[in-house]
T-cell receptor, first 115, second 115 residues
Framework: AQKITQTQPGMFVQEKEAVTLDCTYD???????LFWYKQPSSGEMIFLIY??????QNATEGRYSLNFQKARKSANLVISASQLGDSAMYFC????????????FGKGTRLSVIA | NAGVTQTPKFQVLKTGQSMTLQCAQD?????MYWYRQDPGMGLRLIYY???????DKGEVPNGYNVSRLNKREFSLRLESAAPSQTSVYFC??????????????FGEGSRLTVL
């Protein structure tokens, strides 16, 4: 079974600063994918970034990067140059490919960006 | 591009009433999912359908039934609603194999209140 742990219920960051949202995972599946989703106050789920377990490079998508440390089983999301529009809930999720298991989500981190 | 469409978006029920949440996707995805989101709990999987003709229980299936009507449609039924089923429900779809990451594409959510 997969498990995702997000230990930061809430975080504050100053506008234009970088922020790291923590995510650790547990799985026995040797092949898996890690995902980050953003949920603004309007409620929709927005896909941000993906990292495969066999990817050699850390994933990047614009201001988002995923700090993937496989040995530590961590997949932290780094947001550079925070903007007010980044204020939202952020969910880390994973799925196993060998067992074709559905996505399992963490409990989320609420990020507030301060002007 | 409609993506994933779920209806209704809002519903208020009395305890013991029944209702069905409808979900349809137009991306020709094989897999479809129902999640519920409660404050502080993240998204928890209720049921999923890995492919047309199959359904499987997720983490919190009690009190729900599902039907994969065809490749496009996946409905969630509450036979006798309880206040504990007050939640926001998300339908999602994904591709499951063939090298795809399995990223979930979400509907806008359905807010259900059971009095």
């Amino acid at each position: 079974a997969q498990k995702i742990t997000q230990t930061q219920p809430g975080m504050f960051v100053q506008e234009k600063e970088a922020v790291t949202l923590d995510c650790t995972y547990d799985t026995s599946d040797p092949s898996y994918g890690l995902f980050w989703y953003k949920q603004p106050s309007s409620g929709e789920m927005i896909f941000l970034i993906y990292q495969g377990s066999y990817d050699q490079q850390n994933a990047t998508e614009g201001r988002y990067s995923l700090n993937f440390q496989k040995a530590r089983k961590s997949a932290n999301l780094v947001i550079s140059a925070s903007q007010l529009g980044d204020s939202a809930m952020y969910f880390c999720a994973m799925r196993g490919y060998s067992g074709n298991t559905p996505l399992v989500f963490g409990k989320g981190t609420r990020l507030s960006v301060i002007a | 591009n409609a993506g994933v469409t779920q209806t209704p978006k809002f519903q208020v029920l009395k305890t013991g009433q029944s209702m069905t949440l409808q979900c349809a996707q137009d991306m020709n995805h094989n897999s479809m999912y129902w999640y519920r989101q409660d404050p502080g709990m993240g998204l928890r999987l209720i049921y999923y359908s890995a492919s047309e003709g199959t359904t499987d229980k997720g983490e919190v299936p009690n009190g729900y039934n599902v039907s994969r009507l065809n490749k496009r449609e996946f409905s969630l039924r509450l036979e006798s609603a309880a206040p504990s089923q007050t939640s926001v429900y998300f339908c999602a779809s994904s591709e499951t194999w063939g090298g795809d990451t399995g990223e979930l594409f979400f509907g806008e959510g359905s807010r259900l209140t059971v009095l």
